[in-house]
């Protein structure tokens, strides 16, 4: 269904080839971005797209106008510290026009209300540099307000200097804490501010023409999104959990683009030229393709050079770690490969379990994200990078490895592919239905496993938190329906909506972009283009096409899935979820589905809750976690800090205190040894309380006698 809507979507885009915007506003002190024709054509076709084929039907008029600038506004300038109340009050007059900005591709009001924002950015800035010529009184009572979204815009600008002035203050008031050289812990400061000046300059207008798409897709439904191309191809790596490039992780350090780290087995690990902290300041594209200086360069934009389709050559050229900066760069070639991203994939341990003097074995395995290569698999590369192949693998190991029981950790799993959370639930019962999805003409089909194969047919516990959405959902749900597995945890996100990756570059016909090209060509000079290695020209826009339903019926949107057996969330669940978002689509209920279950856990459930209980009824990590939630909470309300010096000092030597010990007293109740103050905690130590008690529940039921439970082997 979904390669159905994908290429109507496709072939129904239709949109004029120059869009006709309004002058544009120059804004003195800023860096003055202006759009170009490229996002005003996608910015245009964008919207058509939404406005016709997204799953609510919401049409662009003055209502969500103002929806979309009160979210822009939000987005650059949530803590009020920037603009004055004098600046959002003369942007009153594009509350309603944003609608018809959108529509006709005009980014120039958009544009004006950014170059605003850092105006004011660098002016603020600017002034807090200076204030590090004055002298400090840390002796004084004052505080400093931290927390300002709910406070409105500073109506002078003698408010704003007075509120940064603070500002300040406290930055060096925490160096002076650590450190109580003044001159020093300045110097510090100063370079801090000068590497905000320094990033603030770099910023692009691909940058603006993000956050105001992000403000326009998200007052539409939450998870409606445009991505620009280097964003487009972080997404789709996060979605294949693979990318294309020499095999090693950047990071801006002073202005040089630097190796942090090496992935095994990769080009630069196999060439044995490129070290750890290693700077890049050239990149050249195939054997004589002129070198670009990336020195002082943004790291996406050096990545989108760097990185390329597999088989291409990159020429880079290097200072190694230690040379001085005069020093002559050495010249590399690599070929770039295919990288799995390993660390990032489904992972496996097994954790042991006393029941009745029996040793108990289960095997855990977490899933970060239902991720998939997808031109792995359209090319029928029948080992392609997925979810479901990767804990079909894991779990052969753990059934060599003789578990007793399987816990699939889904916890802050955001969800990914579709097709993965029903291939995954396939490994787990025989065939029958997975997911119901309902498409914008109210039609629905219901998605199956249609492979009678079981991989895993033991005792099984799924645990979840508030932030198991999406994929993590429906996969959840349908062993809950199936009666196939345990729910765990606390109530997931609640986000019950399909979305199409919409590769615009596909979407924006030839003739578009050959006339987008001589106008940029036009505007260059006609200078040659750079290369962008394997990103795309135009960016995604992921489009909510559907609505997802359990087996059962319910929708998880909003409600999400209700474990089983139910922990206290540490994520604050009136803060983060489907139902706190003021654009999320409605819970609602449809025709179950035809299914038959595997079991059912109704019988053996109170028992399980019961023993559950009793552990905690007496447990110190339980106790602890408890804590921790009411401490949250109690500084969540916070939004003040004394700029005291000796009461800022009295209060961090306090939470300091209390922090070693209550960790101290967490690591003793899991019979680990408590640490000293200042000593680090080992590598790979599980602290993972609520991990351990999923094992134990499961561990309950593989103990309890058969009786006790009418789940059906398969």
């Given amino acids: ?133 004055k002298n400090f009184d840390f002796d004084k009572k004052e505080s400093f307000v931290y927390d300002r979204d709910k406070l409105p815009w500073p109506a002078t600008q003698a408010e704003m200097d007075a509120m940064w002035s603070k500002r300040v203050k406290y930055d060096l008031l925490n160096l002076k804490l650590a450190n109580n050289d003044m001159a020093k812990n300045k110097e510090t400061l100063k370079k801090r501010y000068q590497n905000l000046l320094s990033q603030a300059n770099k910023l692009s207008n691909q940058d603006v023409f993000q956050y105001f798409m992000d403000a326009f897709t998200e007052a539409i439904d939450p998870h409606t999104n445009y991505f620009n191309p280097s964003n487009a191809a972080n997404f789709n790596i996060e979605m294949s959990r693979q990318l294309e490039g020499i095999g090693a992780s950047l990071a801006v350090d002073n202005e040089y683009v630097t190796i942090k780290t090496i992935v095994p087995g990769g080009p630069a690990d196999k060439s044995k030229l490129v070290n750890i902290d290693d700077r890049i300041v050239g990149v050249a594209q195939g054997k004589t393709g002129d070198f670009q200086n990336v020195v002082g360069w943004r790291i996406e934009n050096a990545i989108a050079l760097i990185r390329g389709t597999k088989g291409t050559i990159v020429r880079l050229e290097i200072l190694p770690a230690g040379a001085a900066a005069g020093s002559k760069p050495k010249v590399i070639e690599l070929v770039r490969e295919k990288i799995i991203l390993k660390d990032q994939s489904a992972k496996k341990e097994i954790r042991t379990y006393n029941s009745n003097g029996k040793t108990v074995k289960i095997g855990v395995i977490a899933i970060p994200a239902f991720y998939i290569d997808f031109n792995d698999y359209k090319a029928g590369n029948p080992n392609y990078k997925s979810t479901t192949h990767d804990v079909k693998l894991i779990l052969d190991t753990l059934k060599r490895e003789n578990v007793d029981g399987i816990v699939i950790d889904l916890r802050e799993n955001g969800g990914g592919s579709l097709m993965e959370a029903i291939e995954l639930t396939g490994l787990f019962i025989k065939t029958g239905p997975v997911v119901q999805v309902k498409d914008t003409k109210e039609q629905i089909e219901v998605d199956k496993d249609d492979d009678p194969a079981i991989a895993y047919a033991g005792p099984l516990g799924i645990l979840v938190d508030r932030f198991s959405a999406s994929a993590s959902e429906i996969f959840s749900g349908a062993i809950q329906d199936y009666g196939r597995g345990i729910i765990l945890g606390t109530q997931t996100y609640g986000k019950g909506s399909v979305q199409s990756a919409i590769d615009l570059d596909r979407v924006l016909g030839s003739p578009i972009r050959d006339k987008i090209k001589q106008l940029a060509g036009a505007a260059t000079g006609g200078k ?72 059912d856990f109704t019988g ?105 439970t009418s789940v059906k082997p398969q």
């Fill in 604 to 708: 053996v459930l109170p028992q399980l809750k019961k023993l559950h209980d009793q552990r905690m009824a007496t447990s110190d990590s339980y106790k602890y976690m408890l804590e921790d939630i009411a401490d949250f909470k109690k500084h969540d309300a916070e939004d003040n800090v004394s700029l005291n010096e000796a009461d800022l000092k009295k209060q961090r030597d306090a939470d300091e205190k209390k922090s070693l010990e209550r960790n101290n007293l967490r690591r003793v109740a899991l019979g680990l040894p408590a640490l000293k103050k200042g000593q680090a905690k080992p590598k790979n130590e599980d602290l993972d309380f609520v991990k351990r008690e999923a094992g134990q529940i499961l561990t309950d039921y593989i103990g309890l006698e058969p009786k006790l």
């Fill in 1 to 133: 269904m979904f390669k159905k809507v994908y290429l109507v979507l496709v072939l129904a885009a239709a949109l004029a080839c120059k869009a006709s915007p309004s002058k544009p506003v120059k804004v003195p002190g800023s860096t003055d971005l202006q759009p170009d024709e490229q996002q005003s054509v996608v910015c245009k076709q964008v919207a058509s797209l939404i406005s016709n084929y997204n799953y609510k039907k919401v049409d662009l008029n003055d209502s969500i106008s103002e929806v979309i600038f009160n979210r822009y506004i939000k987005s650059l300038d949530e803590n009020h510290s920037y603009f004055l109340a004098s600046d959002v009050a003369s942007f009153d007059k594009y509350k309603t026009v944003l609608d018809d900005d959108l529509k006709s591709g005009n980014l120039n009001d958009a544009f004006y209300i950014f170059n605003v924002f850092q105006k004011r950015y660098i002016e603020h800035v600017n002034y807090s540099l200076a204030q590090l010529n």
């Fill in 528 to 599: 040659k283009a750079v290369s962008t290695g394997s990103q795309s020209t135009y960016g995604q826009l992921n489009l909510t096409i559907a609505k997802f339903y359990r087996i059962s019926g319910n929708s998880t949107q909003h409600k999400g899935v209700t474990p089983d057996i139910s922990f206290p969330s540490l994520i604050p669940l009136d803060k983060y979820g489907e139902d706190t978002e003021p654009s999320a689509m409605p819970f609602d209920i449809i025709a179950k589905t035809d299914y038959t279950k595997t079991g």
